[in-house]
């Protein structure tokens, strides 16, 4: 298994285009935004709006692992070596654990470094750095969850760029992780209660502002919980297909 | 010996594999032959051990007995090196450290790559693929060699390279398994071979055998006056204008031919024995239509 994620670490580190959607993106994105929401704004009132962007855009473009996990699980398929390693001594989960580790390993480095960004450019608070470390780890685990079962699900690139862009973007829009959610309608406020963004967004930001109570951060790991159970349980059912798929 | 009994495969209503049995010889180069769809791919990957949904009972004289499967894409990571794909393999066969490296080195220096092993896989040719493909199935030193079209796609000289890697394997007593579609490769390469069609195994044996059996010898003529009669309903039109003879004592045919093109005063141009080849055993025996 260490075997796969040693490659999977090496072949992410050749894949500019993993860069790109991973960093230089969100950062673009982030420097415009807090541009524009923070003109006029001053003291607490701008810096609720960093910490909301800062903290929004780095959910919203870690789903974007989404689209070089299903990538990566296509070529294999495409390429024969998914078929190549199935007659290794490798047991066959281990592929995809292995596989899922290495793209943990990935969001875990692109959470860092935005959140390293925010605080160096934009002064960001991290009053609670432990709850903090806790909740990128469990957001790191749910994504890569969710991307490991669209990428066993979809059976091309193009339906996994698809889908990975109605699970980011549209979670993110209906999460608040674009416009402040008091501001949306009722109904919308109602649908964010169900989206693993909606809980990561508030609870980044109460981390972050130092006011994120002990009971909050174990009803937000709940439910990213339930989120990486329900992606890795889907992705359990999903493997025997995509490996008879495979193998042709 | 590897021993196959009974193997039998479906894909929902499509059967691949039907009751195929075979036993291969330790230190040979075992030909597989047949059309497309005839089953070849399908039963490497379980002698490969990477379809283990089939009925039926393959069986190693030596059960530790290591496998190297080559398939037939290039199964590479074209964004590494050779050596990064070489290392990655080796790793998933347990090899680790210092031996790792000297096997990585080793194999590179088979396959022809040593130069070369730095550089990104993208950049080489059809050929250095091949060879690296190769490189990859053979890292932990196996006995048992199983390919899968090996040659596809590449020029004359990486073709002749492979080959004599295959030699060198067959002297080191490895048993290889040989797909493909060339049948003058397999009658260069392999001792045996089994011809498969609708997922059967139609027919096996030695190549001698084979080509005793089913291939008709024949005679190319080309000249005047010198077709006695009851050859000439045997007799189709070869190159150049000349003549192919089947027969099955060419010799005393072509004896025939003489004596009748002396008495009748005819004139015998070019007279060639034409050696039996694979190919006319692989249309005698799953007829020539398409099999798209």
Redesign the interface.
């Known amino acids: 298994m260490f075997a796969i994620i040693g490659f999977e670490l090496k072949k992410s580190l050749q894949d500019r285009g993993l860069l790109f959607w991973t960093l230089i993106l969100p950062i673009i994105f982030t420097v415009i935004f807090i541009s524009i929401f923070t003109s006029g704004l001053s003291g607490s009132d701008r810096q609720q709006v960093i910490v909301s962007i800062v903290s929004g855009y780095t959910i919203m473009f870690v789903f974007f692992i989404m689209i070089s996990m299903a990538d990566s699980f296509i070529k294999d398929q495409n390429i024969g070596m998914v078929t190549r390693i199935e007659s290794t001594p490798l047991p066959s989960l281990f592929y995809l654990l292995g596989k899922w580790i290495s793209y943990m390993y990935i969001v875990i480095i692109q959470i860092l470094i935005l959140t390293t960004f925010g605080k160096v450019i934009y002064d960001i608070p991290l009053t609670q750095p432990l709850y903090l470390i806790i909740l990128f780890i469990f957001l790191t685990v749910m994504v890569t969850g969710l991307g490991l079962a669209l990428s066993l699900l979809v059976k091309s690139i193009n339906m996994g760029i698809a889908l990975t862009q109605v699970v980011a973007l549209g979670g993110a829009v209906l999460s608040g992780l674009w416009i402040p959610i008091d501001i949306m309608p009722a109904f919308f406020q109602k649908i964010s209660n169900f989206l693993p963004q909606y809980w990561a967004h508030q609870a980044f930001q109460d981390a972050m502002s130092g006011t994120l109570q002990v009971a909050d951060l174990f009803k937000t790991l709940f439910v990213l919980i339930g989120f990486s159970l329900l992606g890795f349980i889907v992705a359990l059912f999903a493997y025997p297909n995509f490996l008879r798929r495979s193998k042709g | 010996m590897l021993s196959l009994k009974n193997l039998s495969k479906s894909y929902k209503n499509n059967v691949a594999l039907k009751n195929v049995s075979l036993n291969i010889s330790e230190g040979i180069c075992f030909g597989l032959i047949g059309p497309n769809g005839a089953g070849k ?1 399908t039963l490497i ?1 379980i002698i ?4 283990q949904d089939y009925s039926g009972n393959v069986q190693f004289t030596n059960n530790k007995i290591q ?1 190297g ?1 080559v ?7 074209e ?2 090196s050779a050596r ?1 794909n070489l290392h ?2 080796g ?4 090899l680790k450290g210092a031996v790792l490296q000297k096997r990585t080195e080793e194999v590179l220096s088979e396959i022809g790559l040593t130069e070369r092993g730095k550089e990104k896989v993208k950049t080489f040719s059809g050929g250095m693929k091949r060879r690296l493909n190769i490189g ?1 199935a053979i890292i932990h030193q196996p006995r048992f060699i199983i390919m899968d079209e090996p040659t596809v796609g590449i020029d004359p000289q990486s073709r002749r390279y492979i080959f004599n890697m295959i030699e060198k394997f067959k002297s080191n007593g490895f048993t290889i398994i040989y797909a493909s579609h060339y049948m003058e490769e397999i009658e260069q390469l392999c001792e045996e071979a089994a011809f498969m069609d609708h997922g059967k195994v139609v027919e096996n044996g030695s190549i001698e055998h084979l080509l005793k059996k089913h291939a008709v010898p024949s005679i190319y003529v080309k000249g005047r006056m010198c077709v006695p009669d009851d050859l000439s309903q045997t007799c189709s039109k070869g190159k150049d204008g000349g003549y192919l003879i089947t027969a099955n004592n060419p010799l005393a045919a072509m004896e025939r031919m003489i004596h009748f093109c002396n008495e009748n005063s005819g004139e015998i141009e070019r007279l060639e024995l034409v050696k039996p080849k694979l190919e006319d055993v692989f249309f005698s025996l799953t007829g020539s239509q398409l099999r798209d």
Request: aromatic share 16%; proline share 4%.
């Open positions: 791919s990957k490969a051990s990477v379809i496998i499967y398939p037939q894409e290039i199964a590479l990571e964004t590494l990064d990655f393999f790793r998933l066969y347990g990859c």
